[in-house]
Nanobody, 122 residues
Framework: VQLQAFGGGLVQAGGSLRLSCVAS????????MGWYRQTPGKQRTLVAA???????NYADSVKGRFTVSRDNAKNTVNLQMNSLKPEDTAVYYC?????????????????WGQGTQVTVSS
């Protein structure tokens, strides 16, 4: 079971980027999915999250600019980032709570993607 993130890159301030993350492997069901970001020397913080029912939660700093969505049929979570600012520069990590088979039972585990760099130039 793994999460693989795509997207990211270098963009000028005011521009847009889209991140995607796909969950693959022996997955029985997916609970909440989301995105976190981290800059050097700081803790990883929540950017946006979405429940299996579609309820969303955003960090105050990205409200109105970022949109999180998911495609349950494709085990994918997306983050559309608009009006990007230099302070959005960070490594972005996808996160998901996955129900996976474990020794004959079902266990909920948290998985992280590998991280993708987003750099916004001023």
């Amino acid at each position: 079971v793994q999460l693989q993130a795509f997207g990211g890159g270098l963009v000028q301030a005011g521009g847009s980027l889209r991140l995607s993350c796909v969950a693959s492997g022996s997955i029985l069901s997916i609970n909440a999915m989301g995105w976190y970001r981290q800059t050097p020397g700081k803790q990883r913080t929540l950017v946006a999250a979405i429940t299996s029912g579609g309820s969303t939660n955003y960090a105050d700093s990205v409200k109105g600019r970022f949109t999180v969505s998911r495609d349950n049929a494709k085990n994918t979570v997306n983050l559309q980032m608009n009006s990007l600012k230099p302070e959005d520069t960070a490594v972005y990590y996808c996160n998901a709570g996955l129900d996976v088979p474990t020794f004959g039972a079902t266990r909920t585990r948290t998985f992280w993607g590998q991280g993708t760099q987003v750099t916004v130039s001023s």
